[in-house]
Nanobody
Framework: QVQLVETGGGLVQPGGSLRLSCTGS????????MGWFRQAPGKEREFVGT???????????YYAASVKGRFTISRDNAKNTIFLQMTGLKPEDTAVYYC?????????????????????WGQGTQVTVSS
């Protein structure tokens, strides 16, 4: 059974930082896209960013415009784990953050924001940015 488990959410003040982790089990994710989405109350789930394998041990990441330059995705393939480092947090970043994994190894950038391209989802972790 494939599972993704997120940790690291919490309450942080505006301008602060937080790091989320997502560990997968049941299969190896190193060669497949893994990413992050978020969902605020009353809103649809939205794309945050995705990391994609580009050959060898290399991965590259793509981000939504709203978080680019503030959020960074990294991976520890030995631990089947992906991270989301969030800096410069704003109240509008408040949401439940979900980790997701795709089975489409060659997922193109234009398809990364679509939730239907991800087969596995974590349970979500709450991030609240407030003073």
């Amino acid at each position: 059974q494939v599972q993704l488990v997120e940790t690291g959410g919490g309450l942080v003040q505006p301008g602060g930082s937080l790091r989320l982790s997502c560990t997968g089990s049941g299969r190896t994710f190193s060669d497949y896209p893994m990413g992050w989405f978020r969902q605020a109350p009353g809103k649809e789930r939205e794309f945050v960013g995705t990391s994609r394998w580009i050959g060898g041990r290399a991965h590259t990441s793509y981000y939504a415009a709203s978080v680019k330059g503030r959020f960074t995705i990294s991976r520890d393939n030995a631990k089947n784990t992906i991270f989301l480092q969030m800096t410069g947090l704003k109240p509008e970043d408040t949401a439940v953050y979900y980790c997701a994994a795709s089975s489409i190894r060659g997922l193109i950038v234009g398809e990364m924001p679509k939730t239907g391209n991800y087969d596995y989802w974590g349970q979500g972790t709450q991030v609240t940015v407030s003073s």
